[in-house]
């Protein structure tokens, strides 16, 4: 499976939009890059996925580069509520199933 | 109210006890996961279940057994507790399609003494 490397903390002022980068240098063509946040032990949501191509819906976008080994989450007009952990997850299915690999993820802060 | 529920939220319980942890879903969904947390640390699968019949081991199922009740209902058991099992544990479902979101359910947090 491939792994992600995510810096362990970042912050970014109200009303700016955070970048949040993952390197993931061993990715493989059939693995989808995943993005969940997780709010003070609360259940992880989604946010956003992407396999290639730049994704963009309501929550975020995702920046992918072009040789896939690294990506950016973005958050436009970050607000206090953004403030949590962001996982960046490289999907594989084996046998049919998706299998999500969580790593330590970057604990984002929002500072008024 | 929530779409995918857990029970216990708390528990604190003994070593040596037997637990059971149950989560219920009304989203329909055919999959469901059981993954734990400890503290800093990302969530890792215990077992996953593509439906009723389907059941796998996920990367840390040693001390950990699941049932699948119903399509709805994903219970995760531990037959005999032991302190290092101590941690926050999440059920997640999601859709039949390979490439969807997996929705989570609040958490139970379980202490083993």
């Known amino acids: 499976d491939a792994k992600t490397t995510q810096p362990t903390s970042m912050d970014c002022a109200e009303g700016r939009a955070a970048n949040l980068p993952c390197n993931h240098s061993?990715?493989?063509?059939?693995?989808?890059v995943y993005w969940y946040r997780q709010i003070h032990s609360q259940g992880p949501q989604y946010i956003i996925h992407?396999?290639?191509n730049n994704e963009t819906n309501e929550m975020a976008s995702l920046i992918i580069t072009e040789d896939r080994k690294s990506s950016t989450l973005i958050l436009p007009h970050a607000t206090l509520r953004d403030t949590a952990v962001y996982y960046c997850?490289?999907?594989?299915?084996?046998?049919?199933?998706?299998?999500?690999?969580f790593g330590q993820g970057t604990r984002l802060t929002i500072n008024p | 109210d929530a779409d995918v529920t857990q029970t216990p939220r708390n528990r604190i319980t003994k070593t040596g006890k037997r637990i059971m942890l149950e989560c219920s879903q009304t989203?329909?969904?055919?999959?469901m996961y059981w993954y734990r947390q400890d503290p800093g640390l990302g969530l890792r699968l215990i077992y996953y279940?593509?439906?009723?019949?389907?059941?796998n081991k996920g990367e840390i199922s040693d001390g950990y057994s699941v049932s699948r009740q119903a399509q709805a209902k994903f219970s995760l058991s531990l037959e005999s507790a032991i302190p290092n099992q101590t941690a926050l544990y999440f059920c997640?479902?999601?859709?039949?399609?390979?490439?969807?979101?997996?929705?989570f359910g609040p958490g139970t947090r379980l202490t083993v003494l």
């Open positions: 997640a479902t999601s859709p039949g399609f390979v490439y969807n979101e997996q929705f």
């Open positions: 061993t990715i493989s063509g059939n693995e989808y």
């Open positions: 992407g396999l290639k």
């Open positions: 997850i490289v999907r594989v299915i084996i046998q049919g199933a998706q299998k999500l690999v």
């Open positions: 989203k329909g969904h055919d999959r």
């Open positions: 279940s593509f439906d009723v019949k389907d059941i």
